[in-house]
């Protein structure tokens, strides 16, 4: 696929950044749908921006502390700088900041998160420790689209993972991080191209 038929994306981030290493790999194929242009964090000291700059990817930090509080002003910084690099659709990974109605509108239908839980079940943070105090049997990661409410919005693929009696929050976490990474690229993939769901190794994703 040639540059130009493939969409431009950003990665918006807070952290470590090994689902954007993911998707970094994923791009490498040049049948993939998709080349990320951009990459965001809203902390300066995120790992993921190292991470993007070594692999030759614009990276920028649009701390939030800088905007005194004020969560729109920040968006239309970001969103500011998303439409200049010429995004197309944007991915959250492992991006902590609630949005405002502002840019989740801005990108209605072109923006993706993937939040590490089986949606609807365990939204918000310290979703591991929630799924073994419920006891469920499986748990696993989610690519949806991002509307107003957090962690809703339409379903585009889920990987699931059977939760072993020994496992700790920690285990679990890497077990399901291991699939978000396989996750996260079907997901956009799909969401870009509309595919047929894809085979996989791991017969528990559903894209
Ligand atoms: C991932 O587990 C992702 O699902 C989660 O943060 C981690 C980021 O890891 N996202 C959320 O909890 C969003 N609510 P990474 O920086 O290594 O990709």
Known sequence: MSGSART????????????LASLIAA?????????????????A????LDLARNAGIPALAIEHRTF???????????DAELRAAGVECV??????RRLTPFLVEAWHGR??????????????LHTHERALQAG????????HLVTEAVDEGPIIGQAAVAVAPDDTPETLAARVLRQ?????PLALRRHLTNAAPVASEATLIAV
């Open 8 to 19: 431009s994306v950003a990665v918006l981030l807070s952290g470590r950044g090994s689902n």
């Open 27 to 43: 791009c490498d194929d040049a049948d993939y749908p998709a080349h990320i242009v951009l990459v965001l964090s809203n902390r």
């Open 45 to 48: 000291d995120a790992a993921g």
């Open 68 to 78: 005194g509080g004020n969560r729109e002003t920040h968006e239309q910084a970001i």
């Open 91 to 96: 991915c959250l990974a492992g991006y902590m």
């Open 111 to 124: 923006m993706l998160n993937i939040h590490p839980s089986l949606l609807p079940a365990f939204p918000g």
């Open 136 to 143: 469920v049997k499986l748990h696993g990661c989610t690519v």
């Open 180 to 184: 978000e990474h396989l996750l996260y």
